[in-house]
């Protein structure tokens, strides 16, 4: 695939203290759903408007197509941005809303006729055409922003916090038809986003940002599965974390002790015995062992806490030196345990060596 959007070494300063964007450099190919994933505050939304030229970095460049955009106003860019509050006229139609962006196209009556009832007809609300947005759902005004923006059939697609205003249930439906969207009109989508579970639903890659820099970019699976950082990892997912240190690294695995247990893990690295590490779990990961079961990584403690949440139970356990793990027990082992754990309970927990990440420091966040 050929790259449409190139950032090189792109920087926002505010004030020689206040930096909003610290030499980044990324590039998105033709056609790619990438998704600028992090906290508030840590440049992904003023890094999406330089790239819609809504703000000017001082300094870097920005290529689209090939082409340097890097001080063009947005009119100059064959770029389109959907706003979180979806910024439609109550005044005008849907029809007309959706046709408004075709004005500086100097199109003619026909052709705008065609280009709306296409757009439309993508998002499946041409039949609201005559009706006005507040006539309509979150979730209908959500697809008509879309249909305005794809309508001039821009290069790229921006969208900032696209799903911010939906409620729990909505938000779920539209990230699905988003994903859709995307498929059927081909072009490049950018999305901004602080939920986890939009970038991993709906992403081709996500770039996880902190404090104005990359923090790991790649396909949602390889983040979740292998983040570069404690930050990465908690930030994708639920992560509890250990200090420890390395007792013994050979053969591609590391054995690290932590004050209440032993871990062994898999590693490409060379740790040398006595490194202070992090070690970090995945509750989804670590699993309650039956009576007589042996497994590695095995960890003794006494139930603390056990939280419902619908598909299932998120089960603390406290270790021999007060630490505490955290396992999910989900609906099927829920059903083939004859009664639910109860608080104080002595119990037993394995997490397989491949899923145990060791980070160097004590660095958990």
Known sequence: MAAIIELENISKHYSPTIIGVDDVSVTVEDG??????GPSG???????RMIGGFE???GGAIRLAGKDVTWDPPYKREVNMVFQDYALFPHMTVGQNVAYGLKTLKLNRAEV???VKDALSLVGL???VDQRPQQLSGGQRQRIALARAIVRRPKVLLLDEP???LDAKLRE???IELKHLHEKVGITFIMVTHDQTEALVMSDRVVVMERGKIAQQGKPQDLYDHPASPYVANFIGTTTFLPGKVSKCTGGKVTVATGGAMFEAETDHSYSPGKVVTVGLRPEKVRFLAEGETAANTITG??????YYGLGLRIAVTLSDGATVYADMLLPDRLSHSKLPEIGTPTRIAIEPHNVFVFEGNVAP
Not at 32 to 37: A, D, K, P, S
Not at 42 to 48: A, H
Not at 302 to 307: G, T
Request: net charge negative.
């Open 302 to 307: 006494k139930i603390a806490e056990v939280i």
């Open 42 to 48: 840590c440049g992904k939304s003023t890094l999406l």
């Open 56 to 58: 000017e970095p001082t």
């Open 32 to 37: 790619e759903f990438v998704t600028l994933l």
């Open 163 to 165: 799903l911010s205003a």
């Open 173 to 175: 439906q539209m990230q």
């Open 126 to 128: 041409y039949d609201k």
């Open 113 to 115: 006729a065609d280009r």
